[in-house]
């Protein structure tokens, strides 16, 4: 799977703002899919997984609330609606796939990057 993020940008604190992570090359409904992202000088982290019917999605703590995990199977594309948006939701952001649950993650993404002004 070859997947492409796009949708990142610079946006005010309190805005909001949609990112797409795109797949082609495989059956995008055949997989997990999660958005991590990667603050400068932090460790990646977890931010929302969702399975592969779009039918549940788990989120991190940090986002919970704020964020909302969707994908259309038929476009082939995951989304993260982002709301409320904080400085401290400055990263890159990641899209991945995973085949298989409890396993690493299979494909991933080449990164968007949002950042949130105070």
């Known amino acids: 799977v070859q997947l492409q993020a796009s949708g990142g940008g610079l946006v005010q604190a309190g805005d909001s703002l949609r990112l797409s992570c795109a797949a082609s090359?495989?059956?995008?409904?055949?997989?997990?899919m999660s958005w991590f992202r990667q603050a400068p000088g932090k460790e990646r982290e977890f931010v929302v997984g969702?399975?592969?019917?779009?039918?549940?999605?788990y989120y991190g703590d940090s986002v919970e609330g704020r964020f909302t995990a969707s994908r259309d199977n038929t476009k082939n594309t995951l989304y993260l609606q982002m709301n409320s948006l904080k400085p401290e939701d400055t990263a890159v952001y990641y899209c991945?796939?995973?085949?298989?649950?409890?396993?690493?993650?299979?494909?991933w993404g080449q990164g968007t990057r949002v950042t949130v002004s105070s």
């Open positions: 991945a796939a995973r085949y298989r649950a409890n396993t690493d993650y299979d494909y």
């Open positions: 090359g495989r059956t995008f409904s055949d997989y997990s």
């Open positions: 969702i399975t592969r019917s779009g039918g549940r999605t």
